[in-house]
């Protein structure tokens, strides 16, 4: 397993690494007890609505600490609308690739960036806060990397089933019972949607 | 600097010695053959294997009817393992391990399960160290096979061996009892006779030996069920060929080590103490993991260094030539913490943040010094990035 120049580059010398003053959004996911976790800050001309300055903090590894890196040097720069299509697809591509098995650790900074932008969106009344269901659950799902292969969860059409009702959460999952990483990917499973206050129990199921 | 300047990872593999691949060479080029009878040639290996046997056997006190060579430790692990519990299933299926053992031990133990043994799993202390008293509550009329690993591949461990004789000796009924030694040997006298051992595994490459060869210490009159099949060219436990080279090269690194062990481990446990001392002064909020002084192994340390990922650190070490290990799930295949620092009681943050270093013989006091300023100056570097760092420190920001 090897990285590629760039990201070593972007690791040992990252791009807008640091602590923000006063920022216009600032965002943090992951946990430490997850292995990861990001800090993103922004600051955001209101009335143009461009990126003008981004920062971010990683406790991570390298791949984290390299898709950071770029994905900030990506939005910088770009209005909120066209930084919302930035995804970790663009960061890995930047990056000249990931192994498979650090993909999840790139998915999490791009994630960042688009809880940072909501946050500042909602702060501002650019959006309502959405109503937590189904397509969030999905939504979530579609952020989970199956590390064999580094391709997320639902491309991968893993995910059989996703049911939600009364704040509970049912998923069916499409993995084989002799899977090295089913308890890896529940465990992923669980972690983004326990956050969400409107989810208070997880089912999740394997064949 | 070239990439593998600075070697501290001896608990995986050690370099080979010079005098051993010397040695190697002879028997790679000159002197192949196979023992065998009545020819010159035959007759010439087998009188050399007799030696390399004797030298190892010597080693561990032992006579050399009772050492086998094998492919190695996992080989000598598995033979044992599988050798004992199938030739004693009729008589009980209960076996005890602890959560702490090397792979080896577990891969067996779940595989034991799964033909329909019960295994006890014993847990380890915050230090890595697993009760007498445990051990003693966990035996049972049914139980045949006690296997433990002497000292722990991750903290350095060193488990209450004595201890656990004088239970097993006290059981009533015959226990086998399994050490697995790959990483005591060397480091610390092992003496099979004290230690009361029936079977007990070791590895070249772990003593500046050649990789791909071991040995298994077998008891005198212990029986073991054969586990593999095949002609028998070099030993009875592991038919097949065995490299006369690797035994040679094998033998070779005992030789050495053995010359003057305890002149071997005063350098380690000196050189390992003053890197302690000096990660200790240099880099604040940095903890031990495992016990401190003679509870550990000599070439052991293994420290958690707070607010940063281990292999964040680990690369960065490499990129300046140094080579350590560390526990962080993201630097593991499985992306899993390490079990052993989990089951002493660490969490995730402090299994992502360790690292280990394992010193050999070839280690110096400068390259210490060296490791030491560098780590000092990455881990102000990741801890700078790092928001659990900025959060508990904004006098720092």
Redesign the interface.
Known sequence: ?QYSQKV?DH??R?HN???MENPDAVA?EGS????????IYLKINPDTLVIEDVSF?????????ATASIITDLIKGKTLEEAKKVTWRDAMEALDGLPP??V??SVLAADTVQTAISNYEIAHGLKEVPDFGKETIIEELKKIIY?QVGEDIVSLKMVKYVGFDDGNVLIDMNMMSFD?WRE?VAQEIREHLEKYPAVKDIQINFP | MKSGNIYMDNCITTPPAPEVLKEMKTYFEDRFWFPASFISTGESTAEAVASFKKTVADSLNASPDELHFTSGGTLANNISIKGVTLSRAVRGRHVICSVVDYPDLLTNAAFLEKIGFEVSYLEPDAQGRVSPQQLKDAIRDDTVLFMTTIVNHVVGTIQPMREYRDILRAAGHKIHFHADACQAYGKLPLDVKELDVDTLSVSAHKIHGPQGVGALYLKRGTKLEQVIHGVKRIDGLQPGGIGIALMAGFAKAVELTFADLEGGIRHLRGLSDYLLEQLEARIPEIELNGPRGEGRACHNINVSIAYIEGEAVTMMLDLNGITVATGSACASQGLKPSYVLLAMGKNHVQSHGSIKFTLSRYNTREEVDFVVEKLAGITAELRSRSPLYKSTHPEER
């Open positions: 397993m070593l690791f040992m990252p690494v640091g602590q943090t430490p007890s997850c292995g990861d976790q990001v800090t903090l990683s406790y991570g590894c390298a791949s984290n600490i098995v650090k999840h650790c590390p090295q890896n």
